[in-house]
């Protein structure tokens, strides 16, 4: 099996769904192109059934990148996967994502169906997709909590179809991460056709799990992952894109691999935010502002020594000019000896320990000592 994991990115789609991250079709195009740059594989450009402006979206992205695949979700409903072809005419590559509820909760309470007719439903809609792409991708909705002996009749069934990628979504963050990956490992086990088809996983995190599961699905057979940038979305939002790169990348030892530019990480991820009004928080993995930033003491003094005792990746390998050293009333000697190094300033050691005497109590006052604040302090 091949160790290539393909990128399935749905930032413009899934991750545009959040309150206040609606974008105009040009800047869905921007953001489209930073995403081919990036290296993904698959972008998900919208859901052409919804409204006029997604519908005139998913024609423009497909018209304006050369390199992904251009998805447009549909429901398992006729004239959801009617728009969706429309919209990808011109697309180079197209690919329509159609699905339905396999859980019996959304089975019952969503639909008001049967598993029988949900099976009948679901061949009918890839059979249907085919007649305008040959990449048809099928996402079994809520996956998660769906009984696994249906779950691996609807993926037979479906893939008996056409259906070129079967999408086995935790859609509720619901799995914790060795259920989810024995999911992927039971319809590997139990679907005899598996194989004609590329296994996807798309988790959201909703227990704060997201990552872990999307790992976990991979290392139990799934090769294709959807994601987003910032791990933006609904509720408490998807798979975050650059978390499972730099997973995947630095553990070399699981022998995964991606197209993806990490160097690129850093800079799409601003743009996505700034774009889409969502800041990132500043302890975010990978993208955050302070995920390569070092304020305490005991941290410092080991991260100056070698920087590989307390930072896994090297920040330019995402696309981030440098490490950070703040200095902060927790700093220490070394760090404020460093930071005074930087601005010109050598000392002997009794002048430097008067200095630092002096720097802790403008610390305790003003919380983060910048180098202004440094240039005042040995005056």
Do not use: W
Request: with cysteine.
């Amino acid at each position: 099996m091949s160790q290539r994991v393909y990128i399935f990115d749905t930032t413009l789609r899934d991750g545009e769904q959040v309150p206040g991250c609606q974008l105009t079709t040009e800047e869905k195009i921007v953001v489209a192109r930073e995403l081919e740059r990036l290296g993904v594989d698959i972008i998900e450009a919208g859901f052409p059934v919804s409204s006029p402006g997604d519908f005139r979206s998913v024609v423009e992205i497909a018209k304006a990148v050369t390199e992904p695949t251009v998805c447009a979700l549909s429901r398992a409903v006729k004239g959801d996967i009617d728009a969706a072809g429309e919209a990808l005419k011109l697309a180079k590559r197209g690919r329509i994502h159609t699905g339905i509820g396999s859980s019996d909760i959304h089975i019952r309470n969503k639909f008001g169906s049967t598993r029988e007719k949900i099976l009948e439903q679901a061949v009918a809609a890839v059979k249907h997709a085919k007649t305008y792409v040959e990449d048809v991708e099928f996402y079994a909705e809520d996956a998660g909590r769906a009984d696994l002996v249906f779950l691996a009749q609807l993926t037979e069934a479906v893939i008996r179809a056409g259906a070129t990628v079967v999408n086995i979504p935790d859609t509720t963050g619901y799995c914790l991460p060795d259920e989810y990956g024995r999911k992927i490992a039971y319809i590997y086990e139990n679907v005899s056709n598996v194989h004609q088809a590329t296994i996807s996983i798309h988790c959201h995190n909703d227990l704060g799990l997201a990552t872990a599961n999307t790992l976990a699905g991979v290392m139990n057979g799934a090769r294709q992952v959807e994601v987003t940038m910032n791990g933006i979305g609904e509720r408490a939002g998807n798979t975050s894109l650059e978390e499972v790169v730099m997973a995947l990348k630095v553990h070399k030892e699981l022998g995964y691999y991606t197209n993806v530019d990490s160097t690129r990480l850093f800079p799409v991820s601003n743009l996505v935010s700034q774009m889409m009004r969502m800041p990132v928080q500043a302890n975010k993995a990978i993208v955050g502002r302070n995920a390569f930033a070092h304020s305490s003491g005991i941290h410092q003094d080991g991260f100056l020594k070698h920087s590989e005792n307390y930072e896994i990746m090297n920040p330019h390998d995402v696309g981030v000019p440098e490490s950070s050293i703040v200095l902060t009333a927790r700093s220490g000697r070394h760090a404020l000896k460093h930071r005074l190094e930087l601005l010109g300033f050598r000392y002997d050691k009794p002048t430097l320990d008067g200095i630092y005497t002096r720097f802790l109590d403008m610390a305790d006052i003003r919380k983060e000592v910048n180098d202004k604040d440094l240039m005042e302090l040995v005056r």
